[in-house]
């Protein structure tokens, strides 16, 4: 049987287990247990264990379960709501200042977690019933959070990234760094988004003759420097430590496993302080949390690893990656087809499943093709943020309608959809000026 059958086969079977409802760690698992059996030697079979648990034996991967702990600290207090309203009173005379203020809290709480989900909850759960309350439409309010909750993976730190840069050995602190610029511009174009809706809005309004009093999106809000600078000491000190964060990693000081320690436990006395959390309760409760959520990623990190060397040895990877290589075809339409294919599997699967088990695949393929390794990571982040709100399991989607219950799902999906081609047209701007992503890395420091 030649590897290119072999291949057809491994993917068909594949997908089975993977669409059969069992979580995705499990079914990556099953899938390799299944072709070692059959494809394999019983030798590799009884290698299983010492695979998996060299996976899983990278300092790298300590960064994941403590980004998980400082965004679990955050999302259980107030500091998203108290960062939106901070925000808020800073930009309310901008048009549409309200759903910007969500965007830039999210950009800004994304800085310090690293979770989508995280920052979709944090700042959704305060914004979205503020937003309403003045007349947003629930779409636009709902797509707001949806959209912005995005920047989780793509600012730093980031988790999706961290995972991308073990499976591809990879300068984690290089890709960090390369989010920076990316996630400014998301930030301003989806910012951007908020005021030509705003302003065509009300002027619409205006034409039909309606008055502030009909429609609450005419009225005006009004707040003194006094109030302004009342929300900042609750504030200051998480963007304080965002900017050491960040300084520590373009300086080349701390790896992102070192930044990611000091960083939580940073997190952890400032809402001890600020907002008086116990030991007793709410920490206990963070930490379950944080070992639940930590345990599901580290098994699919481990599980992927695992499928990775089972398609490695059955030569599939290689055969796949001389084969496109060997094509006479436009790089830049290979590059379009990848992007197609990673953008039909984030409606099926999350993330981090998917960058553990198409990366082994396509780093050769990108390398080969001349393509820097750190600008792609930029690239597959953004792609995954559009995966991330895209049916049937566009996790942001369904968080978002759980802080929204009485906007129909549809409604949801219409406020989003701006957002996708946000995300797209930010990944073709990408793919015309690299160097948006690449100077930062460029001009660090590494350790």
Known sequence: MTPSTLGVIVLLVSLVFLLSGMPIAFALGAASLFFILT???????????HTVFEGL??????????????GAILANTRAGADLYESIHRWLYRLPGGLGISNIVACAIFAALCGSSPATAAAIGTAGIPEMRKRGYPGSLATGLIVGGGTL????PPSVTMIVYG????TSVGKLFIAGVIPGILMTLMFSAWVILYMVFKKKSLLRAGTSASDHLLLAEESFTLKEKIATLPRVGPFVLLIAIM?????????????AAAVGSVAVLILVMIIYQLTLRGEILRVLKGTIRESTMILMIVGTSYLFGVVLTKLYITQTVANGIIGLEMNKWLVMFIINVFLLVLGCFMPPVA??????PIMHPIIKGLGFDPIWFGVIVTLNMEAGLITPPVGLNLYIVQGIAPDVPLTEVLKGSLPFIVMLCLGMVILCFWPELALWLPNKMITR
């Open 354 to 359: 998917i960058i553990l088990i198409t990366a």
């Open 57 to 70: 034996n990278d300092f790298g991967l300590l960064a994941i379960p403590l980004f998980i702990l400082m």
């Open 166 to 169: 073990i499976a591809t050995q």
């Open 152 to 155: 989780g993976i793509l600012i």
């Open 39 to 49: 494809l394999m030697d019983f030798q590799q079979f009884l290698m299983t264990a």
């Open 246 to 258: 960040m300084f520590t990693l373009y300086g080349g000081l701390a790896t992102p496993s070192e």
